[in-house]
């Protein structure tokens, strides 16, 4: 599909519903729609808005209207030898720049490269009263006003309909590597932190049924030297685990019961929680399956530091995010009211209140 | 940079204000004699000064929280200082106002050498958290080059970025938790132990927000492993085009090094009668290319880089033999400010954003401007994120002199914005630059700020004036330019 600009198609769609107080849901390609709580509100497709705006490899940057595809922007930087270092899941095949963004999602590389929004550098986007505003820019050193960019990116469509969205991108590694190991959970945990603390050229760390993966990235000499260090077993290149995990297409991570995200220090020991788990980001995530009762859930991570989404398989209405102390809930309303007043944008798609 | 006459502080509201805060606060805590309050008057950015109403210095986080709570039941604004090292003005203080300084919370709390985390008091020095570090073969990466003296608290107010934050990033890549003071004396934790908390991303909104939207008490820090190996490359050219298409390739070839620094002529000729870095002198720019990572790696990349350099017409390019050469090397470009000094009585550090390939056109503006105003003017470049420091020098004491240094300012601020920038890759907005945001953002984006600000703190008690101009601001400053016949913010009233 060729490029579009509905900027003002858009704006107007956004200022009438401001108008007349009329919930509105922002789509890309709905590959996320079982992220966060159920909205009721009138589609905002947005997926017409697309086409990559710049694009320069050697500054290292990528501007995109929101509707592009995801694959069409990976498959333009990986053209140039670049990538986006954050690993974003699609989740399907219509996910866009803006939904990824929007929902703010990394993957596998996220603890060793940087998560969504430490990339992103600017945004275009539309408030809940229908402005078009700009914040951020094109370059990574930019300290005028507040971070609004920042901000936007996993707020869920709450705040804003993004427009477009500039990034950071970084070059692809020469190559990469990955290793196995048979480790318990507990080993796996304790030798993620160890290795993330020597200067290793990690890009990845998970652990599943028994096994540990871990990625190597970088030039051939230093991945070469790593992985002799590390030793474990070489895994063949059609078989390394990064991109289903990403997906969450590995075995352990799809089925029935419900599917929780745990967010904790990474050097967490394995949670006292019933139920099939994956070890992601060297420790910093733990997928569960499981239908223990939310709240044991929160608890238990809670205490160690961390938080827990509810990721799917929620029930209708249910709360789905961590439960936010009142002072911090409070502010998050008024944050909420500063861009979107008369709460059109996504009510209630991250928490009842907001 | 007028510098403001010190606007009269009203005594006896000081002191009524002061017996208010001693019931709490040890008297020593609580200054109000004008001898005790002129190490406060300003910042890094020495031309405006301002006395405050009183200055508090508490060693509490109950203190801190207590202090907003009187100073909000009071309608009294709040200027937080840490080691009052920056160059914006973000830490001048107001007349009518406390200067709130965090110099006690001076203490390293805890290193987790496991979980690679440390966390600080705020008044902690940057170069104290890798000090303390180092013994786990750990450091705390964002390296401002003031590093020596500015405070975490303040790094993280400003979002400050250093010589390495090509390759590591910004204070914003670099912290996972701060415990913060509200205007109304909450304590709020933001971020978590965790990589992500739940919730808006309010660690990126606190970050850089220079004190206006509350006060940072704790900073948890990431803690990186030490590169085993880091070489430097110092390569000469004979003009500014052949320097910036280098690092360009550099860039495009997949390299990214742990610090990429250009500086031009002047800056060379500067820096090395300082310190006698061994700079050539004769260069229109040098590149200084860091490498760093595994000896295997670095080799490689020292061999492909300086291929890249030779091939876009380098005419020297060395290789610093040891470590103690490579820190000479970097003497030279740290010592920028310093240089600036001893050549000239006064100088004035300008910190603006533009993308990389513009450089050679913005170098080339500044010379226009530089005989225009008859003011030389040195650059240092963060070439590798496109952050330029422009040095210009002039005499304080000349009548006139310092308007036109202002106005030579403004006018490469514009032209960074111009191209497609920003009017601070890294000191801040503070007061020094709060005009320049009319010309960086529309009144929507403006007050679309100001709304996000109202959230934090609806009375406007944290770090007024400074940051984000308002509107009537915008509007009453002589240089705005008028595109097309509209004028700017049609609806406000002009006399």
Same mark, same amino acid.
């Given at each position: ?188 945990? =304790? ?69 929780? =995200? ?49 990721? =799917? ?42 | ?9 009203? +005594? ?96 390293? &709390? ?114 990186? +492993? ?188 514009? &032209? ?26 529309? +009144? ?14 609806? +009375? ?26 509209? &004028? ?8």
């Amino acid at each position: 599909m060729p490029a579009s600009d509905l900027t003002q198609a858009l704006g107007e769609q956004v200022r009438a519903a401001f108008e007349t107080a009329t919930p509105l849901r922002p789509q890309g390609g709905a590959s996320k729609q079982f992220l966060g709580r159920a909205v009721q509100a009138q589609v905002l497709s947005c997926a017409g808005h697309r086409g990559i705006t710049s694009y320069q490899p050697s500054e290292l940057v990528v501007s995109a209207r929101s509707g592009t595809p995801l694959a069409e922007v990976e498959d333009t930087l990986a053209a140039s030898g670049q990538m986006l270092p954050f690993e974003p899941p699609h989740f399907g095949a219509g996910a866009t720049v803006g939904g990824t963004i929007a929902c703010g999602l990394s993957g596998p590389r996220r603890p060793y490269a940087g998560a969504a929004r430490d990339f992103v550098l600017g945004v275009r986007l539309i408030n809940g009263r229908g402005e078009v505003l700009r914040f951020g820019g094109e370059v990574m050193k930019n300290v005028a006003g507040f971070d609004v960019s920042r901000l936007m990116t996993g707020s869920m469509g709450t705040l804003a309909v993004l427009l477009e969205v500039s990034m950071k991108v970084l070059p692809r590694p020469q190559v990469e590597a990955t290793l196995a190991f048979e480790h318990t959970p507990a080993q796996a945990v =304790r030798l993620f932190n160890d290795w993330a603390g020597q200067p290793l050229p990690l890009s990845a760390a998970c652990h599943l049924q028994g096994r540990s993966y871990v990625r190597l990235s970088g030039s051939t000499p230093g991945v070469g030297s790593a992985a002799a260090h590390l030793g474990g077993e070489r895994v063949p290149a059609h078989e390394v685990p990064w991109t289903d995990l990403r997906e969450q297409r590995l075995a352990p991570l799809h089925g029935g019961l419900p599917l929780w =995200r745990l967010s904790v220090p990474a050097t967490t020991p394995p949670l006292a929680l019933p139920g099939e788990c994956v070890i992601d980001w060297g420790g910093a995530l733990r997928w569960l399956r499981s239908d223990v009762d939310p709240g044991a859930v929160c608890s238990v991570v809670a205490a160690s530091g961390g938080h827990a989404t509810l990721f =799917r398989g929620a029930d209708a209405g249910a709360e789905v995010f961590h439960p936010l102390p009142p002072a911090l809930l409070r502010l998050h309303q008024r944050i909420k009211s500063a861009f979107d007043p008369r709460g059109i944008l996504n009510p209630g798609a991250m928490y009842a209140d907001i | 940079m007028t510098a403001t006459r010190n606007a009269p502080r009203d +005594a006896d509201r000081a002191g009524e204000l002061a017996r208010e805060l001693r019931r709490f606060l040890p008297a020593e805590a609580v200054l109000v004699e004008v001898e005790d309050l002129k190490p406060f008057e300003c910042d890094g950015l020495t031309a405006y000064r301002q006395l405050p109403l009183l200055a508090v210095l508490p060693h509490t986080v109950e203190q801190v929280r207590e202090v907003m709570r009187v100073c909000s039941r009071e309608g009294v604004p709040v200027v937080a200082r840490g080691a009052g090292t920056g160059l914006s003005g973000g830490a001048l203080p107001l007349a009518g106002g406390v200067l709130l300084s965090l110099a006690k919370f001076n203490r390293i &709390l805890d290193i987790d050498r496991a979980a690679r985390t440390a966390r600080v008091q705020p008044g902690v020095r940057n170069l104290a958290i890798s000090e303390a570090a180092a013994p786990y073969a750990l450091y705390y990466a964002p390296d401002p080059s003031s590093q020596i003296a500015c405070s975490i608290g303040g790094n993280v107010a400003e979002n400050a970025g250093g010589l390495h934050c090509l390759k590591y990033g910004l204070t914003v890549h670099n912290i996972l938790e701060l415990h913060v003071v509200s205007v109304d004396g909450d304590l709020l934790t933001i971020g978590s132990g965790a990589l992500d908390s739940a919730g808006y991303d309010l660690l990126a909104v606190m970050t850089g927000s220079e004190g206006l939207l509350g006060v940072i008490v704790e900073v948890t820090v990431k803690l990186l +492993a030490r590169p085993t190996c880091a070489r430097l490359l110092l390569a000469a050219f004979d003009n500014v085009e052949a320097a910036g298409s280098a690092v360009g390739k550099i860039i495009a070839e997949g390299i990214i090094p742990g610090g990429l620094e250009m500086m031009d002529n002047f800056a060379i000729r500067a820096t090395d009668e300082f310190c006698g870095a061994g700079y050539p002198i004769d260069a229109a720019a040098i590149l200084l290319v860091e490498l760093d990572g595994t000896e295997e790696e670095v080799a490689e990349q020292v061999a492909r880089v300086r291929g890249m350099l030779e091939s876009c017409g380098a005419s020297e390019v060395r290789a610093a033999r040891d470590d103690a050469e490579r820190q000479r090397f970097w003497a030279g470009r740290k010592a920028a400010f310093p240089a600036a000094g001893r050549l000239s009585p006064d100088y004035y550090c300008m910190d603006g954003t533009i993308p990389r390939r513009e450089l050679p056109k913005v170098l080339t503006r500044m010379d226009e401007l530089s005989r225009h105003y008859d003011l030389p003017v040195m650059n240092v470049f963060h070439a590798g994120d496109g952050n330029l420091h422009p040095l210009i020098l002039y005499d304080a004491n000349v009548p006139g002199a310092i308007e036109k240094v202002e106005e030579f300012g403004a006018r490469i601020l514009d &032209l960074c914005v111009e191209v497609g920038g920003t009017i601070s890759g890294e000191h801040g907005v503070g007061v020094e630059k709060i005009e320049g945001m009319c010309t960086q953002f529309s +009144a929507p984006e403006l007050a679309q700020f100001h709304a996000l600000k109202r959230a934090f703190d609806e +009375a406007g008690l944290l770090n007024p004036g400074k940051a984000v101009p308002t509107l009537a601001r915008c509007a009453e400053i002589g240089g705005m330019h008028v595109h097309g016949g509209k &004028l700017p913010f049609p609806d406000l009233e002009r006399f």
